[in-house]
C-alpha cells in the first residue's frame, strides 16, 4: 500500500465538485458498512453527505466509483461541517487506486479549465465593441477596385481606339 505525503504548507491538491450522484460506500472499523454521496474529491481526500457524522479521527475503508474505473482507500474522518457533511482525508491508497484517482481529477480538472476559458472567450465576444475601422477599409476597398475597374476599361477603351 503506498501512503499518501501530506500537502506541503501553502499547497492545496486540485478539488473536483462531482456534479454527477456518486455513492460511496464506508466500512468502518467495527465492520459495518455504510453508505454516503461524495461531494468533492481530491488526491489527498473529499467531503461527503453522510446519513450522520462518524467520529473524528475513525479510520475507515473508502469505495466509490470514477469515470476511470474504481478507488478504495484508507481514510480518516475529519471534524464533520454540518449535520450531514464531514470531509476525509486518505491515509493510505495502493498504486492502481491511486492511478484512477489521478487520472480522474486530473482530466476533470483540464476540462474545467478548458470550459471556464471557453465561458471567457465567449463572455469577450459579446462584449466586444465594434471596430469602427472596419467599415473604412470596406470603403477603401470598394473604391481600390472601383478604380482598378475604371483604369482597366480606359485602356481597353484606349487600346480599342488606336486600332
Not at 505525503?5 to 460511496?24: E, F, V, W
Not at 491511486?98 to 463572455?123: G, H, N, P, T
Amino acid at each position: 500500500m503506498t501512503h499518501l505525503p501530506q500537502p506541503n504548507a501553502g499547497y492545496r491538491s486540485p478539488r473536483l465538485r462531482l456534479a454527477d450522484l456518486t455513492h460511496a460506500v464506508l466500512r468502518l472499523p467495527d465492520g459495518r458498512r455504510t453508505q454516503g454521496k461524495l461531494e468533492t474529491i481530491s488526491l489527498t481526500g473529499g467531503l461527503l453527505d453522510l446519513p450522520k457524522p462518524l467520529d473524528r479521527g475513525a479510520r475507515i475503508k473508502v469505495m466509490f466509483l470514477t469515470r476511470k474505473g474504481p478507488v478504495l482507500g484508507s481514510a480518516e474522518m475529519l471534524s464533520p461541517i454540518s449535520e450531514t457533511r464531514q470531509p476525509f482525508r486518505f491515509v493510505g491508497l495502493e498504486d492502481g487506486p491511486q492511478r484512477r484517482l489521478r487520472s480522474a481529477v486530473q482530466s476533470s480538472y483540464q476540462s474545467v479549465a478548458e470550459e471556464a476559458w471557453i465561458e471567457k472567450y465567449r463572455a469577450a465576444l459579446l462584449h466586444r465593441k465594434p471596430d469602427r475601422r472596419a467599415g473604412f477599409r470596406v470603403l477603401l476597398g470598394a473604391l481600390t477596385l472601383l478604380t482598378l475597374c475604371a483604369g482597366s476599361a480606359v485602356y481597353v477603351f484606349h487600346l480599342h481606339l488606336l486600332k
